[in-house]
């Protein structure tokens, strides 16, 4: 699944590739990706990233349908870097502000430092 996602995100220009330890949810529409996600385990904590829907499928609630998915599959706390344009949506899918643990936090500032407008997020336990 990890070429073809990373196809899928490379087609569309997102940033960042799925390794093989990271764990990758897709949907798939006529045999095709249309919205993927994947959670990777950085320094003991979960941290969602790649949440992308294909804009021709975006206003069908995929990608919440993914962390849903996640958060049913998981059930333990993981974390985002919102953008900042994408907090209240993130907050829609049972997600809240959060200070990046101490493990988290150099990448929470490496991303900061290439100018990302970046909010810590944690899911809830109401995001499933």
Not at 45 to 65: E, M, N, W
Request: charged share 20%; glycine share 4%.
């Amino acid at each position: 699944m990890y070429p073809l996602v990373n196809k899928f995100y490379q087609n569309f220009k997102v940033r960042g590739r799925a390794k093989s330890h990271d764990k990758v949810w897709v949907i798939k529409a006529e045999n095709q990706i249309v919205a993927a996600a994947k959670l990777s385990l950085k320094d003991g904590h979960f941290l969602l990233s790649g949440v992308f829907t294909a804009p021709c499928f975006r206003g069908q609630k995929l990608a919440s349908r993914l962390i849903k998915t996640i958060a049913l599959d998981y059930r333990k706390p993981f974390f985002t870097f919102a953008y900042n344009h994408l907090v209240s949506w993130y907050q829609s899918c049972g997600f809240t502000e959060h200070t990046a643990p101490a493990e988290l936090a150099p990448f929470f500032s490496a991303y900061q430092n290439q100018g990302r407008q970046i909010v810590c997020m944690i899911a809830n336990k109401d995001c499933a």
